[in-house]
């Protein structure tokens, strides 16, 4: 079977249950939640086995540090997804919700209620707790859903699909509801972006490149998700003990993710009490620093930067920092290189927190804390798709609702239009 013969059979075979997957009542779609946590639970050794293998492979194909990191799986992070979809199971349901109801004066009643979107196909790299947190986010509001991950995590990602497929079956649902595209090559991406009559919504989630060509090729709508060159903009009235324990963990606490703080921008007025032990703090955990002329007169180790370094996501152990003249300097920066993912000042002055959160455009803006909270889980949201960087249907953490729609619906009794 070609390629796009394959890809085009999983649209069908998607498009054909959502029917019925919307029809599901919560309570159902709940004990498939349980059904698949029971299932990771007795697969353990099954799942760590096949991504032993991908981690191998990944380590002997030369991949990044910080892409093994997020390849890899361990009991600790099984047991974070099975945690993960009890905690979603004890979240409304927002299928059915009637948003708002109105009576006209001709007697029609009309509302909106929360609909599921169809099909949804994920494109993404390397972690494959996104296939658990997709699969199960999807069958928590009736959308079927096709998963692409990244060729380095296929064999985990199969086993984890096998896993979410048994645990359906059990219960006599559809297990087409979650379909993983087997083939690594480019052609499989192509097709699927290219699926409008089976697919509702594309979601890529990884680098700077998947989003481009995601973006370039998709004649099915998207939503943009994910790159992160985060800011942390210090302000000169910033209290130094807060932000120099924020700024530790924006970066090292996971460095490796879109929501790791990658550029900070100091006020000058406070830049020379600031700088020297906010450095020292970094050098003692292998931070290493591109700095600016200014930065470097208190950070002498630091490297000289470029312009490079400010637009760049390094999800890594590396930190650009700039020294800014005032409050609007930082802000345009943060307008020319940002990525509109997460964006937080330092400040003990109200009126600049107030102005940063008005005007910084990003999908998370903070006061007084660290970029890292930037998530589903700690937004009380449960899993998360993504954190999406656009602004129409969904914004920021992806949750539960950013995958339903509405439609209206309309109670009359016997009225015609003149």
């Not at 997957?21 to 498939?32: E, F, I, N, Q």
């Not at 993960?84 to 299928?95: F, M, T, Y």
């Not at 449960?382 to 209206?408: F, N, V, W």
């Amino acid at each position: 079977m070609l390629i796009e013969e394959y890809v085009l059979q999983l649209g069908k075979n998607a498009k054909k249950v959502t029917s019925k997957l919307a029809g599901l009542d919560s309570a159902t779609k709940d004990r498939a939640l349980l059904a698949i946590a029971e299932g990771l639970k007795r697969n353990l050794v099954r799942i760590l086995t096949a991504n032993k293998e991908d981690v191998v492979k990944g380590i002997a194909n030369g991949l990044q540090s910080n892409f093994i990191e997020r390849l890899s799986l361990d009991e600790e992070r099984i047991e974070s997804m099975i945690t993960g979809l009890r905690e979603l199971v004890k979240l409304e349901d927002p299928i059915g919700d009637v948003e708002k109801m109105w009576r006209r004066p001709n007697g029609l009643e009309i509302g909106q209620i929360r609909i599921p979107l169809g099909v949804v196909a994920m494109i993404y790299e390397s972690r494959p707790n996104v296939t658990i947190d997709a699969a199960a986010l999807c069958i928590k509001t009736g959308n079927a859903v096709i998963l692409r991950g990244g060729s380095e995590a296929l064999l985990t990602n199969q086993v984890l699909v096998e896993v979410i497929r048994e645990a359906l079956e059990e219960l006599a649902l559809p297990p087409d509801a979650v379909q993983l595209i087997t083939f690594s090559e480019r052609e499989a991406v192509l097709a699927l972006m290219k699926m409008n009559d089976y697919v509702d919504v594309l979601i890529p989630r990884g680098g700077a490149g998947l989003i481009k060509t995601v973006l370039n090729n998709s004649t099915v709508p998207v939503i943009e998700t994910g790159v992160g060159n985060c800011h942390i903009f210090v302000d000169q009235t910033a209290e130094i003990e807060s932000a120099r324990q924020i700024i530790l963990n924006a970066k090292t606490q996971r460095p490796s993710v879109c929501n790791a703080v990658e550029t900070l921008l100091v006020h000058k007025e406070i830049a020379p009490l600031f700088l020297p032990p906010c450095g020292d703090d970094l050098k003692r955990v292998g931070v290493q620093i591109r700095g600016c002329p200014q930065v470097r007169k208190y950070i002498p180790w630091a490297k000289e930067a470029n312009d490079e370094d400010w637009e760049t996501e390094y999800l890594d152990l590396i930190l650009a920092i700039k020294v800014v003249t005032d409050f609007d300097e930082a802000v345009s920066h943060i307008a020319r290189f940002g990525t509109r993912h997460s964006e937080s000042i330092i400040t003990t002055d109200y009126y600049h927190a107030r102005r940063f959160l008005q005007v910084v455009d990003a999908a998370a803006v903070y006061v007084n804390a660290s970029t890292r909270f930037t998530d589903g889980y700690q937004f009380g949201l449960g899993a998360e798709l993504g954190i999406s960087t656009q602004k129409l249907h969904a914004r920021g953490p992806m949750g539960l609702e950013a995958l339903t729609t509405l439609k209206y619906i309309i109670y009359g009794n016997g009225q015609t239009r003149e």
